[in-house]
């Protein structure tokens, strides 16, 4: 902690100085709210709780757990202390959560009740977690996070700096494998800055907390309108009925939006006939038509963007209006240049990878030196995004590279190598390529194209139920055709391009 450091913890002790008595957070299933005060003493209490347990700088804790206030509070304890927090996407199979978490080896793993289960199945996989605590009381003689409460509220600081680690989020499997990307504290409050100068946050503003804490947009969100002096309104999980109550109730200003959360709240006011006329700000990724209507509806303004949790979630951003369908400029700390495969800066116009840097790119991946490596080589983070400016700076963006190719369904990322993996482990699929195809309401679907195993009448449902057993149901495929045979390309590969063409559709 030097002259010219400032951490996420830094931010606390700031905002509990000059916001103290306003309202920082509201939890929507019971009604619990902490000023930015109480925010303070909590994260103080607990952090002084995980000292008494052993936890020291550097080191990890994971959370598995839905969106709550003492979520919220970790993420603080573990930046006054200089740990690392690990979010766990409870989404995720069980063989999911445990290389995860044994990527990243925390000591104490937090987790709400309804994934005791789920961790007793893989216990004795886990060597590196010591303590296992429950985010909520269950009664069954596990150690609680209110114990943790119990402590002293006045915490002696550890130096920390601004560049020091602060949240490993894992990323979609490429080659079959998560990446853990390191963000640092400078990651999370340059992002807080842009988004707070771009939306014209005040202390006025409401945020609906409906993107898991697991995810960099539904961080990022919450850190910024905290950042801001704002409101911060938690939903454990998304209910359009219950978010369009919340909205109309607590005059919700802004939101992050994923197809197809828009869309349902719009439905719920409709058929309930209540106002959410105060939701002036929406970021994200969402159908024409979707953000055209809200904006009819409300007078409000859709955020477009690109970015990913390598680039602490933007590097592009702009309003739908400014430029329908594009992802918006580079942001105001940002340097965003198209290459070829040879990294040499694409002409206006042409399609390239998208690179950046500045303060808004991560730290590497968790433990992957070469990955890294290559990743910034030349100076430059590599997305493996592809994309086009136009004349006027505005950013275009033109799907994966073919070795990197992603599926994005409902936000989500899905790596086709992942899911084409888990299906070929079925005996009856002797060849498949997964690939996206339009989808009208999570608007990118998953589609696997299939051979069958000689004399075998595997049907698309079973197969599909196949994979939701052994990887996250998010990554199942939506569709599956069988065929007599793929495309093959002269040297005897499947070729991607022509089966995508062929049976590129959603049937």
Not at 92 to 99: G, I, N, P
Not at 124 to 133: A, F, G, H, N, R
């Amino acid at each position: 902690m030097g002259l010219y450091d400032f951490t996420f913890y830094d931010l606390i002790n700031r905002n509990a100085a000059i916001y103290r008595s306003h309202p920082a957070w509201y939890e929507a299933d019971d009604g619990r709210e902490l000023n930015f005060g109480q925010v303070k003493e909590h994260v103080d209490r607990v952090a002084n709780g995980l000292r008494k347990l052993g936890l020291k700088k550097g080191q990890r804790l994971a959370v598995l757990g839905k969106n709550s206030l003492e979520y919220f509070i970790l993420y603080g304890a573990a930046a006054a202390l200089g740990c690392i927090l690990l979010p766990i996407n409870w989404r995720l199979s069980a063989d999911e959560v445990a290389h995860n978490l044994n990527d990243c080896e925390p000591k104490i793993l937090f987790m709400d009740p309804e994934f005791q289960d789920l961790i007793d199945g893989i216990q004795d996989q886990l060597e590196s977690i010591k303590t296992y605590v429950h985010l909520k009381t269950n009664g069954d003689h596990q150690m609680e996070f209110s114990a943790l409460l119990n402590n002293p509220p006045v915490f002696e600081p550890t130096a920390v700096a601004n560049d020091d680690g602060f949240v490993i989020i894992h990323t979609a499997a490429v080659a079959g494998r998560p990446r853990g990307a390191l963000l640092s504290h400078s990651n999370v409050l340059c992002a807080n800055m842009h988004l707070n100068y771009l939306f014209h946050l005040t202390g006025e503003d409401v945020h609906l907390n409906l993107l898991p804490l697991f995810h960099v947009g539904g961080l990022f969100m919450a850190t910024n309108a905290f950042h801001a002096g704002a409101l911060n309104i938690n939903m454990p999980k998304f209910d359009a009925g219950k978010a369009v109550d919340l909205i109309q109730a607590k005059k919700v200003t802004l939101l992050f939006d994923f197809a197809p959360i828009l869309g349902s709240i719009m439905e719920a006011s409709e058929k309930s006939d209540k106002n959410i006329q105060s939701l002036q700000a929406v970021l994200g990724l969402e159908a024409p038509e979707t953000i055209e209507k809200y904006q009819k509806l409300t007078g409000g303004t859709f955020f477009c963007m690109y970015g990913q949790t390598e680039t602490s979630c933007l590097a592009t951003l702009g309003t739908y209006n400014d430029r329908p369908g594009s992802a918006g400029k580079p942001i105001q700390l940002a340097e965003v240049r198209l290459v070829d495969d040879y990294d040499r800066p694409v002409p206006v116009g042409q399609v390239g990878e998208i690179t950046m840097k500045g303060p808004m790119v991560f730290k590497g991946y968790w433990n992957l030196p070469e990955d890294n490596k290559d990743t910034f080589r030349g100076g430059w983070h590599h997305t493996g995004d592809l994309g086009r400016f136009d004349e006027d700076g505005y950013l275009w963006y033109a799907g994966r590279k073919a070795e990197k190719e992603l599926i994005k369904p409902g936000g989500e990322n899905v790596y086709p190598a992942e899911v084409e993996k888990t299906i070929l482990e079925h005996p009856d699929v002797s060849e498949t390529i997964v690939f996206g195809v339009p989808d009208p309401k999570w608007k990118e679907g998953i589609k696997a194209v299939c051979v069958r195993a000689s004399g075998s009448n595997l049907t698309a449902e079973a197969l599909i139920e196949f994979v939701a057993q052994r990887i996250a149901r998010y990554k199942k495929p939506h569709i599956v055709e069988f065929v007599e045979t793929l495309p093959k390309t002269p040297d005897g590969l499947i070729d991607r391009v022509a089966v995508k063409q062929k049976y590129g559709d959603a049937h």
